[in-house]
């Protein structure tokens, strides 16, 4: 009762309280509400308390870096939206709280980014999905590469999404960067290759370029009877 007192006349006098008022959650949640810097002094059992964490995260995002290294695997989720409750409050402040992610856990937040991108496109919201796919992407080429694998499902999907759109022209751009990760990855002869080689003969096909669309799905068609031939050899 002191300490909500002492609070509600100064908010900075929470890091003179002590150790057990620190250490105390109903304590530390009224003293972050009036002082966002607050939660570094509350005892570590306490920033490493979930419902705090997460209320001072809603504050300064920041604050990740004085939560116990510990707890950082349970946020992290808080972070990518795996608790559903939490998955409304969190969009307003994620972005500004990637750069205080730990590096590690960013390949699974673009993760849970293209798994949200694809439920939207499946339900005819292209605009979202297009917008999760795109940070999606962001986090894979800075944290893996514009070689990797991960890169290539983002930009097949954003190509997808866009051609859904009826933006032939930004998707096809989007299936070449695919092709040209997943001929580097895994070979001209992939099967995966093959898929991209279809998805840019359909978008070809509706820009009107008939030509070009017979030449991929050719090309296409010469992986796929090597496969078979191959197939047919065991």
């Known amino acids: 009762r002191v300490a909500h007192a002492a609070l509600a006349q100064n908010s900075n006098s929470f890091r003179y309280f002590p150790e057990e008022l620190r250490g105390d959650a109903e304590v530390v949640l009224a003293a972050i509400e009036g002082e ?6 509350a005892s570590a059992e306490v920033r490493g308390n979930r419902r705090v964490a997460f209320a001072a995260l809603a504050q300064k995002p920041s604050n990740f870096w004085h939560c116990p290294k510990k707890s950082w695997p349970a946020l992290a989720a808080l972070f990518q939206g795996r608790d559903g409750s939490a998955r409304c409050s969190m ?5 500004e709280a990637l750069d205080c992610l730990p590096f590690e856990t960013l390949p699974d937040l673009a993760v849970s980014y293209h798994g949200e991108a694809v439920s939207y496109t499946d339900k005819g919201e292209y605009d979202k999905a297009l917008k999760l796919n795109d940070k999606a992407l962001a986090i894979r080429l800075k944290v893996l590469g514009p070689d990797c694998p991960d890169s290539a499902v983002s930009y097949s999907w954003k190509a997808f ?19 040209h990760i997943k001929m580097k ?14 998805c840019k003969a359909r978008v070809l096909e509706g820009l009107g370029r008939h030509n070009e669309a017979r030449d991929m799905q050719c090309k296409a068609r010469n992986i796929r009877e090597r496969f078979d031939d191959y197939s047919r050899m065991f």
Not at 36 to 41: E, L
């Open 185 to 198: 990855v895994y070979g001209r002869w992939d099967s995966r290759v093959e898929d991209t080689y279809i």
């Open 161 to 179: 999404i866009l051609e859904k759109q009826g933006r032939h022209d930004a998707a096809l751009e989007c299936y070449d960067k695919t092709l």
């Open 36 to 41: 966002v810097d607050a939660f570094k002094y």
């Open 91 to 95: 969009r307003c402040w994620l972005d």
